[in-house]
Structures are given as C-alpha cells and as structure tokens.
C-alpha cells in the first residue's frame, strides 16, 4: 500500500472521489478539477452493508458510488471494484480515498494508573485517533480487580491502549494494570481467535516486564510514553501506533475491508479521524479558536482547537438515528420536549423517537417530526459538549504556584479551560446538520446545543463531506482546501450573544452599525429577544454594541464593544436571551417564546408556525 | 438511488433457511455434516473462564513482592478450596504467625513477584450452544459451530427483546387490529407462542410471563409499556439477552399498529406449530432482526437458495410492492408508479429522492424514498 501511495502525482488529479462507510449510510462525494479549480460535483447516498445480513462493506459503498453514476454519467465502477485508473473524461477516477465509522467505528479500551492523570491522556490520545472509548480503567477507578476483569471480557474491544507512570518512576501499578489484562485476556470484537492489539506507551522502565507479559497472548506494539513527565503530554506516537493497527488488525477483519482496502491506494482513516483533521485545518489556517461537532447518527463527536490545543471526544451513544433513544434516555423527556413549540404528547413522542431507531434511515416527512429530530438534536450536542469540557482540561498531577484567587477558586483546577466568550467559531457537520432545509435550523441547533457568548461565526458542512476532505488532504491538501473553502463550508452568519441575565424585556443591548450599502441602523434588544439582520456570505458590518450593565458581549459587564460582524446564508443573529439561557417552565410561556425565536430566525415555514401559534391561540 | 433502499421484512411462506451457530469463543464441535438435529440438540460446547478473586500477599504478610514464592504453599496450576491457606510467614519463634488463604474455590492462575498478587481463578463455566431449529447440519464451522439448514416459514419482526426459544403457535384474537389485553391471556398458553393483533400492553406481558409464556409475537407497542416491563429504556437497540421470562417480537413499530394482513395471515396458517423464535435485534449498518421460524420438514428438499447469503440483488421498479414507514401514512401498503430521478421538495421542504404509490385505499402519494421498504415477494 505504501508503494501506490508514494507514487501518487497529485498534481495530475483530476478526478477523484471520496467515500465515508458510516455507521448507517455510505456516503460518495465526487470531485473535478473544473476551469483549474477543484470543485465537488455530486453526492451519492445507500445504507451501509457491513453488518448481518450483507457483511460486506462494498456493497454499500458500490450502492452510494452508483448513484453518483447515475446523476453524472461517469463510469465509475468495475465488476467487481473500483476503476481506480482514469480512462478518459467519463471513465475512471485518479484516486479513491475513503474513511469508516462502519460496524461501530473503532472501539477501544484504555488503561493508565491514575484516572485523572495517565488514564485521561491514554483516554485523550484514543479520542484523538479517532477511537470510541469503551471504558477507561484505572487504579483508582473504584472497582474491585474482578470488576474489571470481567468487564474487559465481556467488552471486547478492538484494540486496547495501556498508559501508567512517567519514565522512570514506579513501575508496579502499571504492572499491575498489565496483570489484569493479562487475566482477563479479552477477545477481539472482530475475528474470532486472533491476537488482540495492545498498544504500551508507558513508564519505559516496565517494557520487559510489560513484554513478559503481554506479548505472549497479545499483539504488543510499545511505543513512547505517553506522560514521560508529568508536565508532558507526547500522545502522537501512541496515536500513530493506533492508525497502523486500525488497519491492520482490525479492519482487515471487518467483513468486506480487505477488498475495499485494495480499492484506495491510501489508508482507510477513521471517520472522526479525518474529520477532526479538517476542523484542525479550519483552526490553524484563521489562527482561531474552534467548536466543531460532527452529529452523527451513531455518535457525537466534538471536536475543539483552543489556544492551539485540538481535543477530540466521542460520544459513543448519542445520535440522531441508532442511538436517538439513548438521548432520550441521557437527556430525559422533558429536556426534549422543552424545544417543542407544540404541546408535546409523551407516548406519541416516545414512540416517534423508538420508530425512528428502528428504522435509522428513514427521514422526516412532516414538520411536527422534523422540529422532533431538531429538539433531539440540541440535547445531543448539549450533552455531547458536556462530555467535551471533561477532557478539553488541563493537564492534572502538576505542581503549579498558585496564587490567593486559585486558592479561593477551587474550580480552576477542574473545569475546561474553554471559555465560550473565546471561542470564535462553531461548526457543525454530519447528516441531520448538514441536510437541514433551512440553515437557520443547524443555526439555533448549534446555538441552544453550545450556549456561544460574545461573538461566535457559525459555519456548517453544505452536504456532509468533512471526512472525504480529511482524509483526501492526507494525499492532496491543495484540493482538500479548496474544495473546503468553496463547496464545503457554509457560512450561517455571526452570533452576538450576553452572558449574564437581566430582567425579562429590559434592555439588554444596543447595536449600532453600517450596513454594506452605507444605511445605518440602531437595535435595541431587549433580554429575552432573538433577531436576524440578513446580510450575505462574504459581507460584513461594522458594529457597536453596548450591554446593559449586568450583561457582557465580550469586553466586561457594560462594557461597548467594536466589532466587524461577518455575514453568512442566514446572517446576524442577535442573541439576548442571556447565558446561561433559561427557558420558562410554564409550557405555554415556553412554546410562545420558542415560536417567537423561531419566526425571527424564519427557521421553519410560516404556515407551521401559524399552525403552532393558533393551537396557542394566538393570531 | 435505484439500489440505496431499506430492505423489506421477509415474511415468506417457505424459504430455506441457514442458521450460523457459532461459540463467541473457541471450542468443540458436537455435531457432524449431515447430521439431523433437533430445537434443543447441543451443537457446540466451550467453556469461558471463571470469575478471578486476586490476593495481594505483600499487604496481608507485610512482605516485599520479590519474596512471595518463599512464604506460598501452592505453586502455579494448584487446586485450591475456598479458605485454604495459600502462603504463611511465621512470626519470631515460629509465633504470630500471618497467613493468607483463598477467597474462593479454583486454580493458582498467576503469581507475580512483581506486585506481589496471586491471581485465583474459579473453575470455568460451560457454554453450549443450541441447534434452535431442527434441520440437517450443513456445515461445520472447526472448532466454532456449524450452520443448521432447515425448511421453513419464515417470519421477520421489527424489533424484539428476549433470546431465542421455542413454542406452539397460538392465537389471542381473531383479527390482526385487535389489542392484545391481560383478559386474552389464557391459562393453556403457558410454554406457547401467542400471537396478538395491533397493541400489547403491559400487564399482558406481566401475565404471560408469570404463566410461562414463551413468547408473544404483536404488531405494536408503546414504549411506556416496554420500559415498565423491562424495568428500565433501552438506549441503544441491540436487545436479545435481556432476562424477562419470555420473547417480544413487535411486527410493525412502536405505537398502535395493525399487524400487517400478510403477516398475521401466515401467522394463522401456522397455528398449531412449533415455532422457533428470537427476539435479538440489532440496527445499525445493516440490522438484525427478530424472528419467527416454523420448520416444515416437508418441504425440506423442495427449494436450494440459501436464506443466509440474501444481497440486495435488484432495487426499487416501478410494481414492486412497498409499505411506507414513516408518518404520514405508516404501515400503508401500496405498489411504486413512479420512480422520478430529480430531487423534490417534501412537505419538510427537505429536497429528496422520492417515489410515487398507489396506496390500497386509492390513495396517490409521493414518499421519499428513504421511507418505504421494498415487500419481498
């Protein structure tokens, strides 16, 4: 594979097309070089077939390119694979590239000694490859050493991660950690009787003995420690060491990937992998801090670039369409219904979500279960952040000089270092953001799930095609970008939003701007309001808001701020309903504001709305 | 698109069918290629370890690790009983003696003079696996299992809860849009499979149960009644081990809903039969669904196509039978008209790929294409 990878010429790509084996739906995207340019050109969509009864993955894929065959004419496909050598203008792509989260993604389970400390890095280095963590067991974890020894068995990862102790330091809690792997001799998830990978990237003093071990009853891979000190966090060989056994243990023994594996010339990639590679680009190109979510219909993956810090968590069980019921049950009944502008009907709405798990890939065909999905939808990211913010932390076990304040504030050792006011976007992707019909909807979905303060861009994947770039820019990062730039992310607009709360309908801010066409206009906002002021993608205003003295935009309670505010499909949203934000219990009050935000935002069709607003009794 | 569609439930008069039994982990093979088996003959057996109990000498001697095999009595490979002693330290003058015993009965598994832990292992507990249909052994899969190929009908739900079993057919009502309430649970349905119409509640389930029911196969239920029976909500569906005294098998979905016509008609034809089901589901990339199996060893040489290797060989044409399963119109039968390429603008203002149905009523609609499933024929 190495071989037909290095001689790649990217330079002389013309056609190239991209797949994604989700854990429900196979996703093409087909890509040209138009005019000089690389652009996307059309998407193809089937379920995916690696499980029981199909078993093999390329079926699904060839299902999805298919369709792409069918839109462009372009032959894509052979008998029995890809035809991955370009024949002529309608015949055959120069490179194939793909990722998959397919048959549950890679599932992984971590070992370090202390929990807040080795374990959450090993933990933190999985996320980070792209792995979903099953478990993480620690020394101090609060189990009982049967405990976990049956748990491992009865788990089954695909690969497991051992971290524990800095270079040099104590070895025998990481033998010890290695000992009861060793006992518990957990089986591979996939292919049944072959050596499970265990990767060590702990105190290098323990090797031999991690190597007596382990390596007679597993594939030991050691690589650098992951804490060698305790200040250090060194997760990227450990990372790199999960992607080579990614493919090679694991995916080699998912049904149907050793023939798509033939198909690319270039390692399969993770999905959440490839993924967080492109909100990383996204980061690191603009020298911002970012949110990025990919809200899938298995999980939540969350992903933040702040202060030049990329953290990557999954949510195992939250989705919008396998995993629904598991938001419901996370977030409660009433946390869903809470975004409802109708009176909610608990059997009836049980029962949509349980249908909807059933049968994953149906789509919502009425309004009233289009804002279901939407409510569910805000409770995933919510919960799915929630999570983040565990992870998105300090490094902990350091000895730091703290002054008086910290003393006070006990908080500051414990909690994210993401402070929303500093985060400058949020971007979204997966099926449910990027297909929804009005950008508005991914709009007060990013929103109400991530609470931005002060100024936040909020951007979104036009039509889910963030992994195929990712792994395409390992190969041709100049046609990832701008592909990237031009076709992939949409620019929803710009969020002003208080922190802080204040009196219902006092004021909460004023915003005075020039528009783009030298029109001045003044806002007053009062708390509790949400606005739109449409202005276009690539346009931006000059603007002054000055918070009441309880709220802040950015600068300090009170305090004006100047800012340039970039535009986007749905444009200027202007947020005062303060943070943290508080809907009324009272259902009617509550579903008369959630309509109120809604036809501000014009996030749904106005006759729903009007419907919705009469079952009030309103006009 | 004409090949990205969700597959249809089978609900077939008599098809043929493999059933792979394998061991989750390896072990012997019972039976030989050929071999005539029954619901219940034993397949395949393995044994998965037993719980481990570890003893940490170093803290109940007060000794260094390295010094563990000098005060142990049992090597590795022992047999030892539960407070057994396994390792002592004789005090000063052979006084205060401090010993350690096992906290259970097993094995010497492991002794670490780098922790200082002997690890115990409890003997290993039995597996065996089940032929759950009667058939002819197909295949034998070494030291894994076999595939059981059987004859039968074959009747797939969408979603269950509970393992796999087996009973006699029995009917609680006579039309599939009844509900089946706790008064149509009857004594003499204990050790059967009962069939009800378009709704279960739970008290219906409790009373099955506690008669020993072996299962209930049924069009719908609400989700309420599903937690209240099981004791807790399913978060994510993979169900089919849950410990509730019988097997669930819901047809259609969840809420209020009409067996389908060709399922409980089936269903009638085979009253009185032995059938084997399982309610083990799982939906993800691809599903597995419940199921309801009734062999028919007459027909046993009459059909060669193998259930098991089912691909979507051909997708959507226009004819082709379909029910819509989504609301509006969920559960709605109807025959595909058209199949139009360009994308269209639903009601959610969503642009889809859709179709066109005639529905049984007389009804025309446009569905996308993601909300119907293909009837197999």
């Known amino acids: 594979m190495e071989d037909k990878a290095s001689s790649l010429k990217p330079e002389q790509m013309r056609v190239i097309l991209a797949t994604d084996c989700g854990s429900t739906t196979s996703k093409a995207r087909f890509f040209k070089k138009i005019n000089n340019e690389y652009r996307f050109v059309c998407a193809g969509e089937a379920p995916t077939t690696v499980e029981a009864p199909y078993e093999d993955v390329t079926l699904g894929v060839r299902n999805a390119v298919r369709e792409v065959e069918e839109l462009t004419g372009h032959r894509l496909l052979s008998e029995s694979g890809m035809i991955d050598s370009r024949i002529d203008e309608k015949t055959g792509v120069d490179l194939y590239v793909t990722t998959s989260s397919a048959g549950g993604g890679l599932q992984m389970m971590v070992a370090g000694v202390v929990k807040t400390m080795t374990a959450e890095s090993a933990e933190r280095a999985a996320l980070g490859a792209g792995a979903i963590v099953m478990d993480v067991i620690a020394v101090n974890d609060g189990r009982r050493l049967h405990e976990k020894i049956d748990m491992m068995r009865h788990l089954r990862p695909d690969m497991i991660l051992v971290a524990g102790g800095t270079d040099g330091g104590d070895i025998e809690h990481v033998i010890q950690t290695a000992e009861v792997i060793r006992t518990a001799e957990p089986k591979a998830r996939l292919g049944i009787g072959y050596e499970l990978p265990v990767v060590y990237a702990g105190n290098k003093r323990a090797r031999k003995q991690i190597e007596e071990i382990l390596s007679s009853k597993f594939a030991l891979t050691i690589v650098d420690n992951i804490r060698p000190v305790l200040e250090i966090e060194n997760s990227e060989p450990a990372r790199e060491a999960i992607h080579e056994l990614f493919m090679e243990h694991v995916m080699s023994h998912a049904p149907g990937y050793n023939r798509l594996m033939h198909w690319t010339p270039i390692p399969i990639m993770p999905t959440p992998a490839a993924e967080g590679r492109m909100f990383r680009t996204l980061a690191e190109r603009r020298n911002i801090n970012v949110i990025g979510v990919g809200l899938g219909g298995a999980t939540t993956n969350v992903y933040s670039v702040y202060d030049g810090k990329f953290v990557r968590t999954v949510s195992a069980n939250l989705g919008m369409s396998y995993s629904i019921c598991n938001v419901l049950r996370s977030a409660g009944l009433q946390n869903i219904t809470r975004w409802l502008p109708f009176e909610a009907d608990e059997v009836k709405i049980r029962n949509v979500l349980r249908n909807k798990m059933i049968r994953p890939t149906t789509i919502p065909r009425t309004i009233d279960e289009l804002v279901i999905e939407h409510a569910v939808a805000r409770e995933a990211l919510r919960l799915g952040f929630e999570h983040h913010k565990q992870l998105a932390r300090g490094l902990r076990g350091i000895q730091r000089s703290r002054t008086i304040a910290d003393i006070f504030d006990q908080k500051s050792f414990v909690e994210t270092y993401i402070d929303m006011m500093h985060i400058h976007m949020i971007a979204g992707t997966g099926g449910l953001l990027s297909h929804a019909p009005r950008r508005a909807q991914t709009a007060l979905a990013l929103i109400d799930g991530f609470l931005p303060e002060g100024l936040t861009k909020l951007a979104q994947d036009s039509v889910f095609m963030m992994p195929h770039l990712g792994v395409l820019s390992t190969v041709h990062p100049q046609a990832a970008l701008e592909i990237f730039e031009k076709d992939c992310l949409v620019r929803i607009g710009t969020c002003v939003a208080v922190k802080g709360t204040t009196g219902e309908g006092s004021e909460a801010f004023k915003l005075t701007a020039i528009m783009p066409d030298g029109s001045r206009i003044e806002k007053s906002m009062n708390f509790g309001e949400v606005v739109r002021i449409p202005l276009d993608e690539r346009m931006s205003i000059s603007a002054e808001i000055e918070p009441s003295k309880e709220l802040d935009v950015g600068m300090g309670p009170g305090n004006k701020l100047k800012a340039n505010l970039e535009g986007g499909v749905v444009g200027v949203i202007l947020d005062a309903r303060g943070r943290p934000l508080a809907l009324p219990d009272e259902s009617h009050e509550r579903r008369k504001k959630l309509l109120r935000w809604f036809s501000a935002l014009d996030a749904y069709p106005q006759t729903s709305l009007q419907r919705y607003s009469q079952d009030l009794g309103g006009s | ?377």
């Open chain 2, 1 to 377: 698109m004409a090949l990205a569609y969700t597959p249809g439930l089978k609900v077939k008069a008599s098809t043929v069918i493999q059933v792979e039994r394998r061991l989750p982990i390896p072990g012997e093979v019972l039976v030989k290629e050929g071999e005539r088996v029954e619901f219940d003959t034993v397949v395949a057996r393995t044994s998965v370890p037993g719980g481990v109990e570890i003893v940490k000498l170093v803290h109940l001697l007060g000794i260094d690790p390295d010094d563990v095999g000098r005060y142990l009595t049992k090597k590795v490979g022992d047999d030892v009983k539960k407070d057994e002693i396994i390792a002592e330290k004789k005090g000063f003058l052979g006084m205060f003696k401090s010993v350690a015993t096992s906290p259970t009965t097993g094995v010497i598994q492991q002794i670490s003079e780098l922790t200082g832990q002997v690890t115990i292992s409890e003997p290993p507990v039995p597996i065996e696996i089940k032929a759950y249909v009667p058939g002819r052994i197909e295949k034998v899969l070494p030291n894994e299992g076999c595939i059981v190929q059987t004859s039968a009908a074959l009747i797939q739900g969408i979603f269950g809860v509970g393992g796999e079993t087996h009973g006699k057919l029995a009917f609680a009502v006579d039309s599939p849009d009844e509900m089946l309430t706790s008064d149509r649970i009857r004594d003499d349905y204990a050790r059967k499979v009962v069939v009800g119409g378009s709704l279960v509640k739970v008290e219906a389930l409790r009373k099955a149960a506690s008669l020993g029911v072996k299962g209930i196969v049924v069009g719908g239920i609400e989700d309420k009644d599903l937690s209240d029976f099981l004791g807790y909500e399913i978060g994510v569906a993979i169900t089919g081990h849950e410990n509730i005294g019988l097997t669930l098998i819901v047809t259609e979905g969840f809420g209020t809903m009409c067996m389908s016509e060709r399922t409980f008609n089936l269903l009638r034809r085979l009253e009185g039969k032995e059938a084997a089901i399982n309610g083990a589901t799982q939906i993800r990339a691809g599903v597995i669904r419940p199921e309801i199996i009734v062999p028919q060893p007459d027909a046993e040489r009459a059909v060669h196509s193998a259930e098991s290797s089912v691909v979507p060989q051909k997708g959507m044409e226009p004819g082709m039978a379909v029910r819509i399963i989504r609301e509006p119109d969920f559960g709605r039968m109807g025959k595909i008209v058209r199949l139009p390429v360009d994308l269209q603008v639903v009601e959610t203002e969503s642009p889809v790929r859709v179709l066109e149905v005639d529905l049984e009523d007389g009804r025309k609609v446009v569905v996308p294409r993601a909300d119907v499933e293909i009837i197999e024929e």
